[in-house]
């Protein structure tokens, strides 16, 4: 009897998520849970009672499978609430985190439009609480009930503090310290919201470290954030000549803040206990000190003689180091991706990272009589090991007999020469002044440096095959001062190894034009082999050009056209010099090259995004812009229709892309845009049939409605970047195999 009524009791309360959900996916699901449990607790009945007369092994099996279905059924109803949880939770954040933005915009408005935007917010903070309350106390977890729990406490706080900052705001006009507190205000709730959203993402299965270093990982991107904020407030007094007070007082408190953060990412390095985000970890810390000295100093310089250009660009070029450096360190946190890579090749690439830094942390503890210098070559003796390691299993993975005995030889030198080097370190702990033993560790240094390059190389399948060795990935962003971790920084290296793989496959290309007797084709191969040295030329100064603004996107597009202009020169020159006959390897090099050029679906997204976010400032964003209500009615079904286009695109981007990643991020983005275009396509309606909009609604959904497609390009232009980035490596590969083709042949 007992199990009938709690039955009873869970059926209905399935129900109740499934009427109360609009998703039909969701409410087969919920439903067929609930069939699920009713017919697997009939049959756990079934089998316990058969089991209560009778010890027989194969009722008692019954028993145990009737048991293991009913967990399995209530496993799957739980996922599906828990679902329905998340998306009532994310669709409250979103509506609560759009009022409160409209809550600073309107705090420069006027008094009365704040008035209407804190009714608004204090409807959908009520409305998030209740949400998340609700989920905290439907969720089993105990870790998920109390991160919501405090996010429900933190938005029910931070709602009215904001308020009542932008109060301040209106009350005292252009008053910065206000400005500032309001711009704090909202920081704090902007964590709440992300820790809410977080909560509401969590499986049984993401619990553990995640949950344990939750709040950890939080302080430290409310630090990077805040920290960024205080530097822009140091930028924008130099450039603005403000006060001597103001401009000691910023600086005192950028200084503050970066030795705090930088502090946190080296508490965090020193808790973690896998080597290679450990060192990752510190060089972040490190880069952080160093880039926020450097922008210091850069500020008193240029504040002290402001007629000066150099010193103007070498303070904005500071300013955008500090603040690659403080992203580098919140972005490895807030991902969780740092030192969690999934592929042999991912993981080889962030050892081979670490191993760098380690390594030049010995060599600069042993040249300089570093007190930590045996501590340091510690380090490197597992950072190196885990990096041969990551080679061996690329190695195992590969089909390539040669290529594989490649990966192994050089597993074991990096090994031999990590050794040389802490046997170097060690002789200098003992004699810091041993110049044999410096001159040993400089050596192994190099040499180990080589053979990670080599490596590095062999793993993206460029075979050793390019005029020199250009900068490493690590190296170059360390030396630009962008944060290694840049999608621009890593296009950048790759074009340039592209444009040396290019300029190699010319020298070759000239070799073969040497033997052609034919006068008129032999000048036609002539011709485009000087232009592909001349695109290889442009493709480097356009990386060049990019690495100096790595999101200036005007330079990006200008990198693009002169890598697609060298793949057309190199496609030329293959096609003059194969013959009418061209091999299969030959062939199918070129068809990967054609393939790899091809652009991908991202960027017609991008022209139609643009195109309807111009189409809303101008409409709904420009005061100039007198509308009839009935211009008001005809422009918003327009723009419904056009939301609901532009959702369309973003799931059919979504079903071509194999990132998983991406696609439930375009596949959400897709769901917010439909829901605002449906918003608009509603109060629309309402307007058409005569009904009063005096707070403005249809306007305001507009504006969030740009708010969120500019969050799309922003994600869609990062994808784009890692795009090219990959299209380019690709096409390294396929211009190394036409050069591979031509040197076998030429044997």
């Known amino acids: 009897m007992d ?16 009427t109360s959900s609009t998703d039909v996916d969701l409410q087969m699901e919920v439903a067929n849970a609930i069939n699920d449990i009713a017919s697997s607790i009939e049959r756990l009945v079934v089998s316990f009672t058969a089991l209560l007369g009778s010890s027989n092994p194969q009722t008692q ?55 209407q935007a804190a009714q608004n917010n204090v409807d959908k903070t009520v409305r998030l609480v209740k949400v998340a309350t609700t989920a905290a106390t439907s969720t089993s977890d105990e870790t998920k009930k109390r991160l919501l729990n405090e996010g429900s406490a933190r938005v029910k706080s931070g709602g009215p503090s904001l308020i009542q900052a932008a109060k301040g705001v209106s009350e005292r006009g252009g008053d910065s310290s206000a400005k500032s507190e309001m711009s704090n205000r909202y920081r704090e709730l902007e ?39 205080t530097a822009t407030d140091l930028y924008n007094i130099v450039m603005n000549r403000g006060s001597d007070a103001d401009f000691l007082n910023a600086a005192r ?44 100093r850069a500020a008193k310089a240029y504040r002290q003689n402001p007629n000066d250009p150099a010193l103007r660009r070498a303070f904005e070029e500071a300013h955008e180091a500090l603040n690659a450096a403080i992203r580098r360190v919140a972005n490895a946190n807030q991902s969780g991706s740092l030192g969690d890579e999934t592929t042999p090749e991912g993981r080889f690439l962030q050892s081979a990272s670490a191993l760098e830094v380690a390594a030049r942390n010995v060599l600069n503890g042993g040249l300089n009589g570093s007190p930590t210098l045996v501590e340091d070559a510690q380090t490197l003796a597992a950072v190196a090991m885990r990096t041969a390691q990551d080679i061996e299993a690329l190695a195992a993975q590969c089909s390539d007999p040669a290529q594989k005995a490649r990966l192994l030889k050089q597993a074991q030198d990096i090994r031999d020469l990590s050794q040389k080097m802490i046997a170097a370190a060690k002789r200098l702990a003992m004699n810091p002044n041993d110049e044999q033993a410096k001159r040993d560790l400089q050596q192994a240094y190099d040499q180990l440096m080589g053979k990670l390059d080599e490596a590095r190389r062999e793993a993206r399948g460029e075979n050793n095959n390019r005029l020199s060795s ?14 290694a971790n840049s999608d621009e920084m890593q296009l950048i290296n790759a074009a340039k190894e592209e444009a040396n793989a290019a300029l190699l496959l010319a020298a070759e290309a000239e070799k073969l034009a040497a033997k052609i007797t034919d006068p008129r084709k032999r000048e036609a191969i002539k011709k485009a082999i000087q232009e592909v040295k001349e695109c290889s030329r442009r493709v480097i100064e356009a990386a060049d050009l990019l690495a100096k603004n790595p999101h200036d996107l005007a330079a990006q597009q ?42 991908g679906a991202e960027g017609l997204l991008l022209t139609r995004a643009n195109e309807l976010l111009q189409k809303i400032g101008n409409t709904f964003g420009n005061p100039n812009n007198k509308m009839t209500p009935e211009q008001v009615i005809a422009a918003a079904k327009e723009l419904s229709t056009d939301a609901n286009d532009l959702a369309r695109q973003l799931r059919e981007l979504a079903a071509k892309t194999s990132d998983p990643v991406f696609k439930e991020k375009l596949l959400n983005m897709a ?70 083709v031509w040197k076998a042949k030429a044997k």
């Not at 399995?72 to 009532?88: G, P």
């Not at 507009?702 to 380019?728: C, D, M, P």
């Open 470 to 483: 250009s900068p490493s990935y690590e190296a170059s962003s360390y030396a630009s001062g962008k944060g």
């Open 3 to 18: 199990i009938a009524d709690r039955t009873n009791k869970l059926v209905l309360i399935a129900q109740q998520v499934a």
């Open 61 to 115: 099996q019954a028993f145990a499978g009737a048991a293991k279905d009913v967990g399995e059924a209530i496993n799957r109803l739980c996922a599906a609430t828990d679902s329905t949880s998340q998306q009532k939770i994310t669709i409250a954040v979103n509506d609560a985190r759009q009022s409160a933005q409209e809550v600073m915009e309107a705090a420069s408005i006027s008094r009365e439009r704040l008035l």
């Open 671 to 740: 769901k917010i845009l439909r829901d605002g275009g449906l918003q608009i396509k509603i109060l629309s309606a309402v307007r058409a049939a005569g009904g009063e909009d005096k707070s403005n609604s249809l306007q305001y959904a507009a504006k969030g409605l740009q708010n969120n497609i500019t969050e799309i390009i922003k994600e869609v232009q990062a994808e784009q970047l890692r795009s090219k980035f990959r299209n380019t490596v690709k096409q390294t590969i396929a211009i190394n195999r036409v050069v591979s």
């Open 253 to 296: 408190e950028t200084g503050r803040k970066a030795l705090q953060l930088a502090e946190q990412a080296e508490a965090a390095a020193r808790k973690e206990k896998d080597p290679i985000k450990r060192v990752l970890l510190q060089d972040m810390a490190a880069q952080l000190r160093d880039a926020s000295a450097a922008y210091l």
């Open 558 to 599: 200008k990198l693009s056209a002169a890598q697609k202009d060298l793949s057309a020169a190199i496609q030329k020159v293959v096609s003059l010099t194969g013959g009418d006959n061209p091999d299969d390897e030959l062939s199918g090099a070129m068809a990967d090259m054609k393939l790899a050029d091809q652009g």
């Open 191 to 229: 964590s709440a919201f992300n820790q809410l959203l977080e909560a509401a993402r969590m499986s049984p299965g993401k619990f553990g470290k995640l949950v344990e270093t939750y709040e950890y990982v939080r302080r430290l991107i409310e630090a990077a954030k805040d920290l960024e904020a």
